[in-house]
């Protein structure tokens, strides 16, 4: 019965790590795109990364967490990870995975926020101390 559904958040020294996992139902990762949102709350959403539904995945990231986070995918198990390293305090927030099932000619579209996806979960909560 599982569409989306995020988990592994928790509360991480800044410089510490995470990995996000984001569970989705039974072939949702060949049918959509997966991204990754992230939102403090009462603030705007801000996309982080996503991956292509394609053979090669083709990963993209926002320019505020390149070169620290990385999303990959375990198709075998329906699940899309975000493994986030080098954590800074300004990273927390609520993390949203979610399906976009829009196609797209250029590879995935890191998700600004629900307007970009058709399935997205409930979050986990992250929060990177000083």
């Known amino acids: 019965q599982l569409e989306v559904a995020e988990s592994g958040g928790g509360l991480v020294q800044s410089g510490g790590s995470l990995r996000l996992s984001c569970a989705t139902s039974?072939?949702?990762?060949?049918?959509?795109?997966i991204g990754w949102f992230r939102q403090v709350p009462g603030k705007e959403y801000e996309g982080v990364a996503c991956i292509s539904n394609s053979a090669q995945g083709s990963p993209k990231y926002g320019d505020s967490v390149k070169g620290r986070f990385t999303i990959s995918r375990d198709k075998d198990k329906n699940v899309v990870y975000l493994q986030m390293d080098s954590l800074k305090p300004e990273d927390s927030a609520i993390y949203y995975c979610?399906?976009?099932?829009?196609?797209?000619?250029?590879?995935?579209?890191?998700?600004?926020?629900?307007?970009?996806?058709?399935?997205w979960g409930q979050g986990t909560q992250v929060t990177v101390s000083s």
């Open positions: 039974r072939d949702f990762l060949d049918r959509y795109d």
């Open positions: 979610g399906a976009d099932a829009k196609y797209r000619s250029n590879g995935c579209l890191i998700p600004a926020g629900p307007v970009n996806v058709a399935y």
